[in-house]
């Protein structure tokens, strides 16, 4: 008798569930944000992680997050834009990063003025980009073969550029600009300006230092925390004003969804500036990251050079047939792909203050590895840039988790534990995928 | 009392969201060809996939019975096991090996590891005479047409001891003459006694060929209808019973439409084979066409209609082009690139929509925009309300059935795909269109609804340009019509005085003439 009972509530249970995934379009809310539940999920677990309690979400960890994945953002972003072409990749970044910084050290100890040597770096990547791209777009060779000679010859070429020693860069400036060090921070000129302000936000200020935290409120980074709130205006503002075009327009979207993820986001931008501010204030390298993924998120959702890229990644036969030149959209992914590489080469030379002909070995496949990782197909026509975003932080997480001894203090475990995120990534979206049809 | 060969009864099949199948009811006697025919999305491939053992048993309610036994596929090969083969509609044969390779493929001949290639070509060459194949088994499928592909298809399905014969669109992408051939014998291979089902949306095929004819609607049966009386049954009748409604005029008229001054001019267009540069696939053909006026290009299956169009169309197929184009009496030296065409106001609607028309892992809004952006965009940079605006117009216009326009088109039927497909040149708001093909693999209402389309077009003064293998369409639909053969233009008719049977006549009569030379 109770068994039938306990059967039935068993059943009405299932159905209401049910009945409340399909309401709530739980599926598709999973299927959305699979990789940025998946980054919560891990950064919770990390920061409760047991002897390494709260560790992963210090001041100091987030501020080398970013640092120390710089190069992984900026040449994801190039690497997006190629594989939405038809998920082709590009193998030569890490070798022409490591080229272009190769020839900048050279120049900067030849004296050269520093401003020049970095458009100079800039350019060559650019050039290199172009050459490659000249060789995908217009000859057809396949961009797999292209860049695999390019990451050879690159390679070669930084030996030969640095006759196969390190080179040190000692010019201040680049290094506060491009490096990662304790000078590379955005200064803090309200402190310094608004004597006022400075004394709101010191240890003479009682409510202020509960609010802050007794040990950082006296140099609390005023500056960088301005940034942060302008940064959450600016894109409260934008968000609103899409919202409101939606309505205007019909276009049925949840707005309850948009709104949270707004609230989210906003949140979000506001805690990394608050931890920022508590340590050393806004890294340079984070104003280098958020100035390229701003550029190119609007290029890849507003331009009609971004609506090729996709278009061609979707159909190439159809989208020429449109009036696309389509070995155009390709030499434009690959063109900005190599002035990409191009900075991340000033970044990475930055962040070591110097360049060895061995750095950028693998940036490729890390680049490549947070586009798939951040829902990008393997065929391309699909891929934003704000999923790369949460597959690289995703990736960068597991890599300081795995530095300050979460999950397994050896070191050698590292790429395993990558590769298995990155195959457990793609898997599901294969999976997800299969399920819709 | 004939036996029943296969049954099935009651079957419900349900996916997230839409119920596929309603409680169908199907049966199929021993020796007879059946048609299932239905709009597109009606269930017909759905109930093939649930006989077959793709849907597995336990993801569908009602039971196959087939042979007296009740069925519980669960994959292919199970059904396959019981001699229920499907051809499908794509052909699904690698070029680059031979007949009898493929013919064997995942059914190797002899031992588990080597396999007896004797044996395999041996049996191959048999069956390739049984579906009166000449070639060898060691011909690389590449080296024959697609006509012949097909045959070697159901020679491949006999080689797995083939009791029931499923055949999925056998004819869509054959020519008249061939499909005529391939209709002979399976009237042929019923005589010996084999049953097939046959699905296709020609119907003059399905009224010569079939015995039975079950119409499926919504995912429903709406009617078996016995085809073995005295009289044929009629097309009208059958349409009836898809679209749940007499199509009294499948053409609808277009009254009123003055013809202006001619528009487009060709003379002396020849076009080479982009790989074998000697061929020529457009040879001396001229031409013209009218403002308001539909002209038809009417041809079999490689007559050079589709090569014509595309060089038109910014010199986007062959090499080693000649020919002068007027347009409004002016010559014009074409550009490389399609763009250059759709800058002079030339529009090519493509025989291919998933292949060379659309991206459908786009949305519709993207489609509609993708051959115009620069109307809708300010220096490049999209203007994201004015092409929802744009996007929502051509919905309303077309009356294209999406839940919205940000609906990806991959998710749309085929007719609702066209009809994206035309949104998107009508858009680029071109003079001359070129329709390529614009209702195969359509259903019948989906086609009136383009037909009216054409007609819209032409009265605002645009120049249409139909190319299609159907007859009746051809004829319905053109003020004027070309007819192509051997890449070269052999007649030009007026449609009052022109038949089906004259037609076909001038086009036998080239073929004549091309052998005699």
Not at chain 2, 167 to 176: K, M, Y
């Amino acid at each position: 008798m109770s068994n039938t009972v306990s059967k039935a509530s068993q059943r009405s249970l299932k159905n209401t569930l049910t009945e409340f995934m399909e309401k709530y379009k739980v599926g598709a809310f999973f299927q959305k944000y699979t990789m940025t539940i998946a980054l919560v999920v891990i950064v919770i677990i990390f920061n409760f992680w047991q002897g390494k309690e709260g560790l992963i979400l210090l001041p100091s960890n987030i501020n080398s997050l970013i640092a120390d994945n710089a190069y992984v953002f900026v040449l994801a972003t190039g690497m997006l834009l190629c594989i939405l072409t038809g998920g082709n990749i590009d193998l030569s970044v890490g070798s022409v990063a490591c080229f272009t910084a190769a020839i900048g050290a050279t120049l900067m100890a030849g004296g050269m003025n520093v401003w020049l040597a970095v458009l100079i770096m800039l350019l060559i990547g650019l050039a290199i980009g172009a050459f490659q791209g000249f060789w995908i777009a217009k000859v057809k060779v396949p961009a797999f073969i292209a860049t695999l000679a390019g990451m050879y010859a690159f390679r070669g070429f930084s030996n030969v550029v640095l006759k196969g020693e390190t080179a040190r860069i000692k010019d201040q400036v680049f290094l506060d600009v491009f490096g990662t060090g304790k000078t590379s921070y955005i200064p803090d000129v309200i402190r310094d300006k608004c004597p006022g302000l400075a004394n709101t936000f010191s240890s003479q200020n009682e409510f202020m230092t509960r609010l802050i935290g007794e040990g950082t409120i006296d140099k609390f980074n005023l500056t960088c925390m301005l940034i942060g709130i302008i940064a959450v205006i600016v894109f409260v503002t934008l968000k609103v004003r899409k919202i409101m075009q939606q309505k205007k327009l019909g276009i049925s979207q949840s707005v309850t969804g948009q709104i949270i993820s707004m609230v989210l986001i906003t949140a979000l931008i506001l805690w990394v500036s608050f931890k920022l501010s508590s340590y050393r204030g806004f890294p340079m390298v984070l104003l280098w990251i958020g100035l390229i993924l701003a550029i190119f998120t609007y290029v890849t959702e507003k331009t009609a050079i971004g609506r090729h890229l996709y278009a061609v990644g979707g159909n190439e036969k159809a989208t020429a047939l449109s009036g696309v030149k389509t070995h155009n959209v390709y030499w434009f992914a690959y063109s900005v792909m190599g002035f990409l590489a191009g900075l991340a080469g000033i970044l990475t030379a930055g962040k070591a203050k110097g360049i060895d002909p061995t750095y950028g070995v693998g940036y490729e496949m890390d680049a490549i590895a947070a586009c798939f990782v951040g829902g990008a197909s393997a065929y391309g026509g699909t891929g934003k840039v704000s999923g790369m975003i949460i597959g690289a932080t995703l990736m960068g997480v597991i890599n300081k988790g795995m530095s300050i001894g979460i999950i397994s203090s050896d070191k050698n475990m590292l790429k395993v534990v990558k590769g298995l995120v990155l195959m457990a990534a793609v898997m599901f979206d294969v999976l997800s995928k299969r399920q819709k049809r | 009392m004939p036996k029943i060969l296969l049954e099935m009864k009651n079957i419900t099949k349900e996916f997230p969201g839409v119920k596929a199948l309603k409680n169908v009811n199907f049966q199929v006697e021993e020796g007879e060809i059946h048609a299932l025919v239905g709009e597109n999305g009606a269930g017909k491939s759905t109930l093939m996939k649930v006989l077959s053992g793709i849907h597995p048993y336990g993801s569908y309610e009602g039971d196959v019975i087939y042979d007296g036994q009740v069925c519980k596929f669960t994959q292919i090969k199970d059904s396959e096991k019981k001699g229920i083969v499907i051809i499908h509609q794509e052909l699904a044969l690698i070029p680059e090996m031979t007949i009898g390779e493929n013919m064997y493929l995942g059914n190797e001949q002899g031992h588990k590891f080597a396999i007896n290639w004797n044996k395999t070509y041996f049996e191959a060459d048999k069956y390739l005479k049984m579906v009166g194949l000449e070639e060898s088994s060691k011909v690389q499928v590449k080296n024959i047409g697609t006509g012949k592909q097909q045959l070697v298809e159901i020679a491949k399905a006999l080689a797995k001891n083939a009791r029931l014969l499923i055949l999925d669109e056998p004819t869509s992408s054959l020519n008249e003459e061939d499909s005529r051939a391939l209709l002979d014998l399976m009237l042929n291979f019923k005589k010996q006694g084999m049953t097939m089902i046959i699905i296709t949306h020609k119907l003059n095929e399905v009224a010569y060929v079939a015995d039975k004819i079950t119409v499926l609607r919504d995912g429903a049966t709406i009617e078996t209808i016995d085809n073995r009386g005295a009289e044929r049954v009629s097309e009208a009748r059958i349409i009836k019973g898809m679209v749940g409604r007499e199509l009294t005029n499948r053409f609808p008229k277009r009254e009123g439409v003055k013809i202006g001054d001619v528009e487009m001019e060709i003379k002396n267009w020849t076009v080479h084979h982009p790989q074998y540069v000697e061929r020529k696939v457009v040879d001396d053909v001229s031409m013209y066409v009218r403002k308001g006026e539909v002209v038809g290009i009417y041809g079999l299956m490689g007559a050079g209609r589709t090569e014509l169009a595309m060089s038109i169309f910014g010199h986007s197929y062959g090499t080693n082009f000649s020919g002068e184009l007027y347009l409004n009496g002016k010559p014009i030296k074409m550009g490389k690139n399609a763009s250059d065409a759709i800058k002079q106001k030339i529009a090519y609607v493509t025989e291919d929509r998933k292949g060379n028309g659309l991206v459908l892992s786009q949305s519709v809004k993207v489609n509609t925009s993708l051959a115009n952006l620069q109307a809708i965009s300010n220096k490049s940079v999209i203007d994201a309300d004015k092409e929802y605006a744009v996007a929502e117009e051509y919905r309303d216009k077309l009356l294209i059935k999406t839940p919205s326009v940000e609906q990806l088109v991959g998710n749309l039927s085929g007719g609702n795909q066209q009809k994206v497909l035309l949104a998107k040149w009508m858009f680029a708001e071109p003079d001359i269109l070129m329709l390529d093909e614009p209702t195969r693999g359509i259903d019948v209402g989906a086609k009136y609804e383009i037909y009216c389309i054409i007609n819209e077009l032409a009265a605002a003064g645009k120049c249409v340009i139909l190319i299609s293998s159907e007859l009746p369409e051809v004829l319905g639909m053109s003020d004027r019509i070309y007819i192509m053969n051997e890449a070269k233009i052999i007649k030009e008719m007026k449609t009052e005085d022109a038949t089906q049977e004259n037609i076909m006549e001038a086009i036998l009569a080239s073929e004549r003439k091309h052998d005699n030379e």
